[in-house]
Protein backbone atom coordinates (compact mmCIF):
# COMPACT_ATOMS: atom_id res chain seq x y z
CA UNK A 1 0.00 0.00 0.00
CA UNK A 2 2.81 2.41 0.72
CA UNK A 3 4.15 2.10 -2.55
CA UNK A 4 0.38 2.86 -4.39
CA UNK A 5 0.18 6.00 -2.03
CA UNK A 6 2.91 7.66 -3.12
CA UNK A 7 2.19 6.69 -5.97
CA UNK A 8 -0.99 8.55 -5.59
CA UNK A 9 0.18 11.60 -3.71
CA UNK A 10 2.60 12.30 -6.81
CA UNK A 11 -1.09 13.91 -8.10
CA UNK A 12 -0.94 10.03 -10.87
CA UNK A 13 -3.95 8.10 -11.55
CA UNK A 14 -4.55 4.42 -11.30
CA UNK A 15 -5.34 2.46 -14.67
CA UNK A 16 -7.96 -0.19 -14.34
CA UNK A 17 -6.16 -3.46 -13.41
CA UNK A 18 -4.53 -1.30 -10.67
CA UNK A 19 -7.63 -0.21 -9.19
CA UNK A 20 -8.98 -3.62 -9.25
CA UNK A 21 -5.87 -5.00 -7.50
CA UNK A 22 -5.56 -2.64 -4.66
CA UNK A 23 -9.54 -2.74 -3.84
CA UNK A 24 -9.45 -6.67 -4.05
CA UNK A 25 -6.31 -6.51 -1.66
CA UNK A 26 -8.53 -4.09 0.22
CA UNK A 27 -11.64 -6.87 0.07
CA UNK A 28 -9.22 -9.50 1.65
CA UNK A 29 -8.18 -7.40 4.58
CA UNK A 30 -4.64 -6.91 3.76
CA UNK A 31 -4.44 -3.57 4.79
CA UNK A 32 -5.23 -1.82 7.86
CA UNK A 33 -7.84 0.80 8.60
CA UNK A 34 -5.22 3.54 8.75
CA UNK A 35 -3.75 2.54 5.15
CA UNK A 36 -7.72 2.42 3.95
CA UNK A 37 -8.48 6.10 5.48
CA UNK A 38 -5.06 7.12 3.78
CA UNK A 39 -6.21 5.35 0.37
CA UNK A 40 -9.67 6.94 0.63
CA UNK A 41 -8.61 10.20 1.69
CA UNK A 42 -6.59 10.36 -1.29
CA UNK A 43 -10.10 10.66 -3.75
CA UNK A 44 -11.23 12.91 -1.54
CA UNK A 45 -8.36 15.56 -3.08
CA UNK A 46 -8.63 14.86 -6.18
CA UNK A 47 -11.38 13.49 -8.69
CA UNK A 48 -11.53 10.20 -9.13
CA UNK A 49 -11.09 9.21 -13.03
CA UNK A 50 -13.60 6.69 -15.02
CA UNK A 51 -10.90 4.01 -15.08
CA UNK A 52 -10.38 3.61 -11.26
CA UNK A 53 -14.09 3.65 -11.07
CA UNK A 54 -14.02 1.08 -13.25
CA UNK A 55 -11.25 -1.01 -11.52
CA UNK A 56 -12.86 -0.33 -8.20
CA UNK A 57 -16.46 -1.42 -9.40
CA UNK A 58 -14.77 -4.85 -11.19
CA UNK A 59 -12.86 -5.78 -7.72
CA UNK A 60 -16.32 -5.42 -5.86
CA UNK A 61 -17.98 -7.16 -8.24
CA UNK A 62 -15.88 -10.09 -8.61
CA UNK A 63 -14.92 -10.25 -4.81
CA UNK A 64 -19.22 -10.50 -3.70
CA UNK A 65 -21.11 -13.31 -2.89
CA UNK A 66 -23.49 -13.96 -5.99
CA UNK A 67 -27.11 -14.08 -5.81
CA UNK A 68 -28.49 -15.95 -8.84
CA UNK A 69 -31.98 -13.44 -9.22
CA UNK A 70 -31.74 -14.26 -12.89
CA UNK A 71 -35.23 -15.42 -13.48
CA UNK A 72 -36.73 -12.41 -11.92
CA UNK A 73 -37.01 -9.00 -14.15
CA UNK A 74 -35.44 -6.86 -11.06
CA UNK A 75 -35.03 -3.40 -10.58
CA UNK A 76 -32.82 -1.71 -7.84
CA UNK A 77 -33.42 2.31 -6.70
CA UNK A 78 -30.15 3.03 -5.17
CA UNK A 79 -28.82 6.71 -4.27
CA UNK A 80 -25.00 7.31 -4.06
CA UNK A 81 -25.58 9.28 -0.77
CA UNK A 82 -23.02 11.38 -0.08
CA UNK A 83 -25.14 14.48 -1.03
CA UNK A 84 -25.24 16.25 2.58
CA UNK A 85 -29.10 16.92 2.76
CA UNK A 86 -29.98 14.04 5.20
CA UNK A 87 -33.22 13.55 4.16
CA UNK A 88 -35.85 11.06 4.57
CA UNK A 89 -34.90 7.76 3.46
CA UNK A 90 -36.99 8.42 -0.24
CA UNK A 91 -35.04 5.75 -2.37
CA UNK A 92 -36.20 3.33 0.20
CA UNK A 93 -39.71 4.81 0.61
CA UNK A 94 -39.79 4.51 -3.22
CA UNK A 95 -38.88 0.61 -3.48
CA UNK A 96 -41.83 -0.37 -1.86
CA UNK A 97 -44.33 1.82 -3.81
CA UNK A 98 -42.87 0.06 -6.92
CA UNK A 99 -43.13 -2.91 -5.59
CA UNK A 100 -46.58 -2.23 -4.40
CA UNK A 101 -47.21 -1.05 -8.15
CA UNK A 102 -46.04 -4.25 -9.94
CA UNK A 103 -42.29 -4.40 -9.49
CA UNK A 104 -40.05 -6.83 -8.42
CA UNK A 105 -37.35 -4.86 -6.58
CA UNK A 106 -33.71 -6.00 -5.22
CA UNK A 107 -33.07 -2.90 -3.64
CA UNK A 108 -29.12 -2.70 -2.48
CA UNK A 109 -28.13 -1.09 0.53
CA UNK A 110 -26.32 -0.04 3.37
CA UNK A 111 -25.93 1.38 7.10
CA UNK A 112 -25.47 5.05 6.62
CA UNK A 113 -21.77 6.33 6.73
CA UNK A 114 -22.05 10.08 5.93
CA UNK A 115 -25.87 10.65 6.62
CA UNK A 116 -27.93 9.85 9.91
CA UNK A 117 -29.75 7.08 8.91
CA UNK A 118 -29.21 4.67 5.96
CA UNK A 119 -31.85 2.34 4.59
CA UNK A 120 -30.06 -1.15 6.45
CA UNK A 121 -30.38 1.08 9.48
CA UNK A 122 -34.17 2.07 8.96
CA UNK A 123 -35.14 -1.21 7.72
CA UNK A 124 -32.95 -3.10 10.49
CA UNK A 125 -35.16 -0.99 12.97
CA UNK A 126 -38.30 -1.94 11.52
CA UNK A 127 -37.57 -5.72 12.02
CA UNK A 128 -35.81 -6.99 9.17
CA UNK A 129 -33.45 -9.23 9.49
CA UNK A 130 -30.59 -9.26 6.47
CA UNK A 131 -29.45 -12.37 5.31
CA UNK A 132 -28.28 -13.97 2.13
CA UNK A 133 -29.55 -16.81 2.06
CA UNK A 134 -30.98 -17.25 -1.92
CA UNK A 135 -34.01 -19.37 -0.84
CA UNK A 136 -35.44 -16.84 1.65
CA UNK A 137 -34.26 -14.16 -1.03
CA UNK A 138 -36.20 -15.62 -3.43
CA UNK A 139 -39.31 -16.43 -1.86
CA UNK A 140 -39.31 -12.66 -0.43
CA UNK A 141 -39.47 -11.67 -4.07
CA UNK A 142 -42.19 -14.68 -4.69
CA UNK A 143 -44.22 -13.61 -1.94
CA UNK A 144 -43.87 -9.47 -1.30
CA UNK A 145 -41.98 -8.36 -4.74
CA UNK A 146 -38.73 -7.43 -3.03
CA UNK A 147 -35.90 -8.32 -1.28
CA UNK A 148 -33.49 -6.66 0.38
CA UNK A 149 -29.48 -6.71 -0.39
CA UNK A 150 -27.51 -5.54 2.54
CA UNK A 151 -24.21 -4.81 1.65
CA UNK A 152 -21.77 -6.10 3.91
CA UNK A 153 -23.33 -9.44 3.59
CA UNK A 154 -22.39 -9.88 -0.07
CA UNK A 155 -19.09 -7.64 -0.22
CA UNK A 156 -16.06 -8.15 2.36
CA UNK A 157 -14.82 -5.00 1.08
CA UNK A 158 -17.93 -3.26 2.18
CA UNK A 159 -17.44 -4.84 5.47
CA UNK A 160 -13.88 -4.30 5.68
CA UNK A 161 -14.10 -0.18 5.32
CA UNK A 162 -16.80 0.24 7.79
CA UNK A 163 -15.53 1.05 10.81
CA UNK A 164 -13.06 3.41 8.48
CA UNK A 165 -16.45 5.38 7.00
CA UNK A 166 -18.26 5.52 10.17
CA UNK A 167 -14.89 6.72 11.63
CA UNK A 168 -14.04 9.35 8.67
CA UNK A 169 -18.01 10.67 8.57
CA UNK A 170 -17.54 11.78 4.74
CA UNK A 171 -18.51 11.03 1.30
CA UNK A 172 -15.78 8.92 -0.28
CA UNK A 173 -15.67 6.88 -3.50
CA UNK A 174 -18.16 4.00 -1.62
CA UNK A 175 -20.61 6.39 -1.41
CA UNK A 176 -19.93 6.15 -5.95
CA UNK A 177 -19.58 2.41 -5.88
CA UNK A 178 -22.87 1.45 -3.88
CA UNK A 179 -25.24 1.70 -6.96
CA UNK A 180 -22.68 -0.15 -9.51
CA UNK A 181 -22.38 -3.38 -7.27
CA UNK A 182 -25.74 -4.61 -6.46
CA UNK A 183 -24.87 -8.43 -5.96
CA UNK A 184 -28.54 -9.60 -7.74
CA UNK A 185 -26.97 -7.98 -11.14
CA UNK A 186 -30.76 -6.33 -11.78
CA UNK A 187 -31.86 -6.14 -15.17
CA UNK A 188 -33.16 -2.36 -14.73
CA UNK A 189 -32.10 0.38 -12.29
CA UNK A 190 -32.86 4.09 -11.15
CA UNK A 191 -29.53 5.50 -9.69
CA UNK A 192 -29.52 8.82 -8.00
CA UNK A 193 -26.15 11.04 -7.99
CA UNK A 194 -24.83 13.52 -6.19
CA UNK A 195 -23.50 15.40 -8.45
CA UNK A 196 -23.19 16.21 -12.47
CA UNK A 197 -20.11 14.89 -13.01
CA UNK A 198 -20.76 11.52 -11.57
CA UNK A 199 -23.62 11.25 -13.40
CA UNK A 200 -21.69 11.88 -16.71
CA UNK A 201 -19.48 9.16 -16.02
CA UNK A 202 -22.19 6.91 -14.28
CA UNK A 203 -23.65 7.48 -18.13
CA UNK A 204 -20.45 6.34 -19.47
CA UNK A 205 -20.18 2.90 -17.51
CA UNK A 206 -23.94 2.19 -17.84
CA UNK A 207 -24.00 2.68 -21.75
CA UNK A 208 -21.11 -0.08 -21.85
CA UNK A 209 -23.83 -2.52 -20.35
CA UNK A 210 -27.23 -4.74 -20.84
CA UNK A 211 -29.03 -2.02 -17.80
CA UNK A 212 -32.45 -0.39 -18.55
CA UNK A 213 -31.55 2.74 -16.32
CA UNK A 214 -31.91 6.20 -15.48
CA UNK A 215 -29.51 8.38 -13.68
CA UNK A 216 -31.08 11.58 -11.56
CA UNK A 217 -29.60 14.69 -10.44
CA UNK A 218 -31.58 16.98 -8.91
CA UNK A 219 -29.42 20.04 -9.92
CA UNK A 220 -29.53 21.83 -6.31
CA UNK A 221 -27.48 18.86 -5.88
CA UNK A 222 -29.97 16.26 -4.08
CA UNK A 223 -29.44 12.17 -5.12
CA UNK A 224 -32.87 12.16 -5.97
CA UNK A 225 -35.83 13.79 -7.54
CA UNK A 226 -36.00 16.51 -4.57
CA UNK A 227 -39.31 18.62 -5.89
CA UNK A 228 -36.70 21.49 -4.82
CA UNK A 229 -36.38 22.48 -8.44
CA UNK A 230 -35.01 20.81 -11.65
CA UNK A 231 -33.82 17.66 -12.62
CA UNK A 232 -31.33 16.06 -14.45
CA UNK A 233 -32.42 12.32 -16.48
CA UNK A 234 -29.78 10.29 -18.60
CA UNK A 235 -31.24 7.38 -19.57
CA UNK A 236 -29.69 4.75 -22.48
CA UNK A 237 -32.03 6.68 -24.77
CA UNK A 238 -31.71 9.98 -23.24
CA UNK A 239 -30.59 13.21 -21.66
CA UNK A 240 -32.61 15.88 -20.40
CA UNK A 241 -33.47 18.33 -17.67
CA UNK A 242 -36.77 18.34 -16.79
CA UNK A 243 -38.95 19.86 -13.79
CA UNK A 244 -41.36 19.28 -11.23
CA UNK A 245 -44.43 20.73 -13.41
CA UNK A 246 -43.74 18.13 -16.05
CA UNK A 247 -44.76 15.64 -13.60
CA UNK A 248 -47.86 17.53 -12.17
CA UNK A 249 -45.35 18.37 -8.93
CA UNK A 250 -45.63 21.33 -7.09
CA UNK A 251 -42.04 22.95 -5.34
CA UNK A 252 -41.24 21.66 -2.56
CA UNK A 253 -38.65 23.39 0.23
CA UNK A 254 -36.18 21.90 1.30
CA UNK A 255 -36.81 21.28 5.40
CA UNK A 256 -39.86 19.59 4.01
CA UNK A 257 -37.15 16.29 2.99
CA UNK A 258 -35.65 16.47 6.18
CA UNK A 259 -35.06 12.94 8.36
CA UNK A 260 -34.43 13.38 12.01
CA UNK A 261 -30.54 12.71 11.78
CA UNK A 262 -31.14 9.39 14.33
CA UNK A 263 -32.25 6.15 12.80
CA UNK A 264 -35.63 5.88 15.28
CA UNK A 265 -36.91 9.69 14.08
CA UNK A 266 -36.40 8.43 10.41
CA UNK A 267 -37.87 4.83 10.88
CA UNK A 268 -41.01 7.16 12.22
CA UNK A 269 -41.05 9.18 8.84
CA UNK A 270 -40.85 5.88 6.95
CA UNK A 271 -43.66 4.38 8.69
CA UNK A 272 -45.83 7.89 8.50
CA UNK A 273 -46.11 7.92 4.82
CA UNK A 274 -46.58 4.11 4.39
CA UNK A 275 -49.54 4.30 6.86
CA UNK A 276 -51.02 7.47 5.02
CA UNK A 277 -49.72 9.89 7.27
CA UNK A 278 -47.04 11.47 5.41
CA UNK A 279 -46.80 15.23 4.17
CA UNK A 280 -48.36 16.30 0.52
CA UNK A 281 -44.31 17.23 -0.02
CA UNK A 282 -43.00 13.92 1.43
CA UNK A 283 -45.79 11.92 -0.29
CA UNK A 284 -45.42 13.64 -3.97
CA UNK A 285 -41.62 13.24 -3.42
CA UNK A 286 -41.95 9.37 -2.56
CA UNK A 287 -44.65 9.36 -5.90
CA UNK A 288 -42.31 11.00 -7.87
CA UNK A 289 -39.07 8.84 -7.44
CA UNK A 290 -41.57 5.63 -7.61
CA UNK A 291 -42.92 6.90 -10.46
CA UNK A 292 -40.06 7.36 -12.51
CA UNK A 293 -38.35 3.75 -11.85
CA UNK A 294 -41.66 2.50 -13.00
CA UNK A 295 -41.50 4.37 -16.10
CA UNK A 296 -37.96 3.01 -16.24
CA UNK A 297 -39.05 -1.10 -15.11
CA UNK A 298 -42.36 -0.67 -17.54
CA UNK A 299 -40.99 1.02 -20.99
CA UNK A 300 -44.09 0.88 -22.69
CA UNK A 301 -46.05 2.84 -20.13
CA UNK A 302 -46.65 6.39 -20.44
CA UNK A 303 -45.09 8.72 -17.28
CA UNK A 304 -48.67 9.75 -16.64
CA UNK A 305 -49.35 6.39 -16.40
CA UNK A 306 -46.35 5.40 -13.79
CA UNK A 307 -47.53 8.76 -11.46
CA UNK A 308 -50.72 7.13 -11.38
CA UNK A 309 -50.33 3.69 -10.68
CA UNK A 310 -47.65 4.94 -8.25
CA UNK A 311 -49.94 7.12 -6.14
CA UNK A 312 -51.90 4.22 -6.00
CA UNK A 313 -49.85 2.10 -4.47
CA UNK A 314 -49.18 4.29 -1.88
CA UNK A 315 -52.40 6.01 -1.04
CA UNK A 316 -54.29 2.80 -1.48
CA UNK A 317 -52.01 1.07 1.63
CA UNK A 318 -50.38 -1.32 -1.17
CA UNK A 319 -46.46 -0.52 -0.39
CA UNK A 320 -47.91 -0.62 3.25
CA UNK A 321 -49.28 -4.33 3.01
CA UNK A 322 -45.80 -5.42 0.78
CA UNK A 323 -43.90 -4.08 3.91
CA UNK A 324 -46.17 -5.86 6.05
CA UNK A 325 -46.10 -8.99 4.77
CA UNK A 326 -42.00 -8.60 4.27
CA UNK A 327 -41.92 -8.02 7.75
CA UNK A 328 -43.79 -11.12 8.55
CA UNK A 329 -41.42 -13.14 6.89
CA UNK A 330 -38.78 -12.63 9.16
Request: charged share 20%; glycine share 8%.
Amino acid sequence: MREILNYLFEFKRLNILEAEEILTEIASGKHSDAEISAFITVFNMRTISIDELAGFRNALLKSCIPIDLSNYNTIDLCGTGGDGKDTFNISTLSAFVVAGAGGIVAKHGNYAASSGCGSSNVMEFLGYKFSNEHDRLRNELDECGITFLHAPLFNPAMKNVAPVRRALRLKTFFNMLGPLVNPGRPQNQIVGVYSLELARMYNYLYQKSSINYAIIHSLDGYDEISLTGDFKMLTNKSDRILSPSLLGMKLVQPEELAGTGDVPGTARIFKEVLEGRGTESQNAVVVSNAAMALATYFPGKELEECLEDAKSSLLSGKALKVLTKLLSLQ
